[in-house]
């Protein structure tokens, strides 16, 4: 079956402009997560859905990061008035079960790289 | 708080040898998960193995194998006779326990691993 999707999967974006990038998850699962990873580190965790409840985003950097996830399954993470410390790739990840701990294998999207000029 | 350090930027061995990843974690959790993921030139992340703090087994399975020491907060990850197929950089991660299952996953900063023919 297909992963998980991500587009799109290069954005270019001058300092101040706002960009949206989407993730589909996998079918069905009920976890979505975003991470961020910058150049020659590992993804950090920015935030969390359970369906449609936004459960964790103390990882956002700023309240100029915004997610959402309307219907439990299409994420849309947006990014208001660019910085360019905002380059990086973002990472969307899903898991089939989201009230188990331990038992939610992530399957990660191929990411987005964001570079902001 | 929670902290996975991978001491290893950069490893290169020839084709056939074996090679040891190694990953040290911190965290203050008596229940927590550890994984391994690939990140092949591609950019997706692929699941390699999760694997719980109180199952300290060793696991194999095909030429790779983990050595999980509680003793010393390590969870190496060992390839046998490696392939020119194993580069890739390799990310180690604990999970952090939050509510409803969320895993939300910390990473380390990963091992570029080169496999030269």
């Known amino acids: 079956g297909a992963g998980v999707s991500q587009s799109p999967r290069y954005k270019v974006a001058k300092r101040g402009q706002d960009v949206a990038l989407r993730c589909d998850p996998i079918?069905?699962?009920?976890?979505l997560f975003w991470y961020q990873q910058a150049l020659g580190q590992g993804p950090e965790f920015l935030t969390y859905?359970?369906?449609?409840?936004?459960?964790?985003k103390s990882g956002l950097p700023s309240d100029r990061f915004f997610a959402e996830r309307p219907e439990g399954s299409v994420s849309t993470l947006k990014i208001q008035r660019t910085q360019k410390e905002d380059s990086a790739v973002y990472l969307c990840?899903?898991?089939?079960?989201?009230?188990?701990?331990?038992?939610?294998?992530?399957?990660f999207g191929p990411g987005t790289r964001l570079t902001v000029t | 708080a929670q902290k996975v350090t991978q001491a290893q930027t950069e490893i290169s061995v020839v084709e056939k040898e074996d090679v040891t990843l190694d990953c040290v974690y911190e965290?203050?959790?008596?229940?927590?998960?550890l994984f391994w993921y690939k990140q092949p030139p591609s950019g997706e992340l692929v699941f390699l193995i999760r694997?719980?703090?109180?199952?300290?087994q060793n696991e194999i399975s095909g030429r790779y194998s983990w050595n999980f020491q509680k003793s010393t907060s390590s969870f190496n990850f060992t390839i046998t006779a490696s392939q020119v197929v194993d580069s890739a950089v390799y990310f180690c991660?604990?999970?952090?326990?939050?509510?409803?299952?969320?895993?939300?996953?910390?990473f380390g900063t990963g091992t570029r691993l080169t496999i030269i023919p």
């Open positions: 079918s069905g699962h009920v976890s």
């Open positions: 990840a899903s898991s089939l079960v989201g009230w188990n701990r331990g038992l939610g294998e992530q399957y």
């Open positions: 991660a604990l999970s952090e326990p939050v509510n409803f299952g969320n895993e939300k996953l910390t």
């Open positions: 859905f359970q369906n449609e409840a936004q459960l964790d």
């Open positions: 965290t203050r959790d008596t229940t927590y998960y």
């Open positions: 694997r719980n703090s109180f199952d300290e």
